[in-house]
């Protein structure tokens, strides 16, 4: 797997290549990353990568050309960047990126993503090099960069060997593990936190029932906050028959 960045701002990659799960992972050599700067491939002495938009208006657009540039750098040194290699653009107006969008890219060889700035980036690069656009939520950040983050490093967290234990990332919310809902509470040591127990269930040893109460707080929390997902689960068929009840006795 590997990602190749298009950003003004390369060193705030350092995060994901050298910190944590996906820093060892990098370490490994389970995945490599590329970092393109549009600068580099400007001709003039100020670096100049945006312009003033056309039609007025406030703020800076970024130009097409150092961006195009800059993604054929990437593929250029992708043994495998044939026409499928995605091009995903960061943009608060693409498409939402979630779980299984995740799931779809740690099986693939990985994607180049550009990070815009300003107001956005030229829609003539749109045009021409752009494969996708993904937002990570109904918010404006000031870059594409963290956005970028956010998606490599819920890739990541899949590929085989990234985590210690492989059950965790398909125990997590929206996995199949947990038919797309959401995760149950978790508890540690100790036993007893500032007058506060942990659920007599957790502690009984008994395998069955912790995976009942487990199942159970997970329809309750996903009821509470994402009827939507329970109504995807029941279209796929994947709530059980005990599901059913419990949800009706929920009311
Ligand atoms: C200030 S934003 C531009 C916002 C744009 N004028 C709009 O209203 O849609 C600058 C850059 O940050 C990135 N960005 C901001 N919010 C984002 C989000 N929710 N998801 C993905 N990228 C985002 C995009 O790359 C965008 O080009």
């Given at each position: ?212 109460w487990?199942r159970r707080q997970?329809l ?26 419990f ?5």
């Amino acid at each position: 797997m590997r990602f190749d960045v298009i950003s003004l701002f390369p060193d705030m990659f350092s995060v994901v290549r050298d910190l944590g799960v996906t820093g060892r992972a990098h370490k490994q050599g389970r995945w490599s990353l590329g970092l393109w700067n549009p600068r580099d491939y400007t001709h003039d002495v100020h670096r100049t990568v945006d312009d003033r938009p056309y039609g007025g208006g406030p703020g800076m657009v970024m130009m097409a050309e150092p961006l195009e540039q800059a993604v054929q750098a990437a593929k250029t040194e992708r043994t495998d960047a044939d026409a499928a290699l995605p091009v995903i653009l960061m943009s608060p107006t693409g498409q939402r990126f979630d779980q299984a969008m995740a799931q779809e890219l740690a099986l693939s060889p990985g994607a180049v993503l550009v990070c815009g700035r300003y107001e956005g980036v030229d829609q003539r690069f749109i045009k021409r090099c752009v494969t996708h656009e993904v937002s990570i939520g109904d918010f404006v950040m000031s870059g594409g960069e963290i956005a970028a983050l956010a998606i490599m490093d819920s890739v990541l967290r899949l590929l085989p060997g990234v985590l210690n234990d492989a059950e965790s990332a398909r125990q997590d919310s929206f996995n199949e593990a947990l038919t797309g809902l959401l995760d149950s509470p978790h508890y540690t040591r100790p036993e007893q936190y500032q007058g506060m127990t942990v659920p007599a269930e957790l502690l009984s040893g008994h395998h069955a029932n912790i995976s009942v109460w487990r199942r159970r707080q997970s329809l309750i929390l996903t009821a509470q906050r994402r009827p939507d997902l329970i109504e995807s689960a029941r279209r796929a068929g994947l709530l059980s028959k005990a599901d059913e009840k419990f949800l009706a006795e929920l009311g």
